[in-house]
């Protein structure tokens, strides 16, 4: 992993980098937050690249599968995820125990259906810690349920024939046991 | 600027197969098993031999002391029948706690008969009984517990007169494979000939058993003539015995990855002043160790000595602890904080744990216990997942 040498201190005068979402709402962020985003970074590394005269501060970055609301989210948390990490950056198991916390009160304001939506929002701008968190999130969300529960929190159908899915069943019997009410 | 976009996702609303496999990842074994049916392309994820070998994962709890996993006498065992009855006996995990308490992990019923335990790697288990039909041949079964999957795994059948049989088993991580060992020391009938030590090696990725004669490299003694019938003890990538050629004893390895066998030299003279009764090898602390239990000639008290291999492979770097032992103690492992867990025999079979720096031990609750294995992490895996479940391999 590189050394994070961006600030995280939100009153320094670093660049501002302007996302806008596939609703058309405009974020302006600090670039250390938008450089967690590796989807973004690419696309700034590469403007930067081809425009190296351009004296602009502020980058303007479409981001049309994207939507204003799990990308306000993911602001948030990358800001947060920057801060701890700036506090505790001698300290590797502090760290740990503050992101726990933090996580733990996160996940309270946090519907387990938003999660999904947060998934494929982190997934699309490659922000890896958040992904293994949300995915981490979801696991734990769904872990002891139905598997009529799962497919109702995906969006997903059988898509096995009549009898298959029983026959699969009968032989794993022992899985279904001690299973959540849904 | 341009309007350059920057690329489209596949499909908008759900998750691809790469999203559904790292959550399903983070998952216990019960839960994938049971989502394999949340549709079809869930099921392939799952049972994709890829995702297979990488759901290998501990079961999180920080503040252990590894795991004893154990059978119990039947409650109806007669001492005076050779063979208990298998079938009822479960077998019983615990999580021993910092302070010597048993926390109970999980409890399964053990699906067919046999003789002994022999390990658990990576979420197997292997045991072994004597075949029915040949007794000069052993079934060996790997068991995955958590999946409720086993399959048997007959020898290849040998000459009817060996003088030792040794298994051992081992994961291999750079093919994310399992590997059986058998080592097999023949009679020797015609006695000027010499011994043949023989060894037989079971890959689980292709489902077959390879036989080889044993060449140590650069080996200082004559011909293998016996192995210890402990189980091999997997460390460091290799599986260690105590071997014995006519008038020289040494630490035979076999590197999983390469498969050759090496020496490795015991501590010089270390049976000088000691009456042995029995040794074994083992691992503490993350070093290869020497577990020697006798009587002292001079004072004719019960000692321990444990000797350390502090530099892996390095004879000199021996070093030895002496401590006192009840006689009637059968060495099975050492825990993760470095105690001695021991079977003791007295008026009741009992398991203790015993610290060697402050001599202290504990009695562990486990009554009436028959097979007793320690490891350091219990893992859940989803190894075996194919088998059916009674279906059984030969080769002979």
Known sequence: ?182 | MGERMVPMMSQHHHLSDQMVYDILSRLPVKSIIRFRYVSKSWNSIVTDPYFKFNQAKSLSNNSHNGYVIYTKYPQKYIPCLQYPQHEVEDLCTVVCNSDNTLTEVSRIEIPFLYESIVGFCNGLFILASPSPMNHSSQYIYLWNPIIRKFMRVASIRGQPSTSSVTLGFAYHPRKNDFKILRLVCFKNEGKLLPAKAEAEVYTLSTASWRKFSISVDSFSGSTICRISESPSLFFNGALHSIAFSIDYKFILSFDVDDERFREIRLPQNYLVGVSLRNEWLAILKGSLALIVIGDDQIDLSSVCHIWVMTEYGVAKSWTKKCVPMDKHSKFLSCTIDGELLIKRYDLKVRIVSFDPESLKEEVLGIPDPRDVIYTTNFVESLVLLDQLSNESYSLG
Not at chain 1, 25 to 35: G, T
Not at chain 1, 142 to 162: A, C, H
Request: charged fraction near 30%; aromatic fraction near 10%; hydrophobic fraction near 35%.
């Open chain 1, 1 to 182: 992993m590189s050394n994070q040498s961006e600030s995280p201190n939100p009153t320094s005068s670093s660049n501002k980098i302007t996302l806008k979402t596939s609703d058309n709402e405009v974020f302006e962020v600090e670039e250390a937050v938008a450089m967690k985003f590796c989807t973004v970074k690419q696309y700034f590394d590469d403007e930067n690249n081809n425009n190296v005269t351009s004296g602009t501060s502020t980058t303007l970055i479409p981001l049309p599968n994207v939507e204003s609301h799990p990308l306000a989210i993911l602001i948030t948390y990358c800001k947060k995820h920057l801060e701890i990490k700036a506090n505790n950056a001698d300290n590797k198991k502090e760290m740990e125990i503050d992101m726990e916390h933090y996580e733990r009160e996160f996940l309270k304001n946090v519907m387990p259906q938003e999660l999904t939506e947060l998934i494929l929002a982190a997934n699309y701008l490659n922000f890896k810690e958040a992904l293994d968190f949300f995915c981490r999130a979801v696991a734990s969300a769904i872990q002891n349920k139905s598997v009529e529960y799962v497919r109702k929190f995906f969006g997903l159908e059988s898509d096995f024939k009549p009898g298959e899915e029983e026959k699969l069943r009968e032989e794993f019997a022992w899985s279904f046991e001690g299973v959540d009410e849904d």
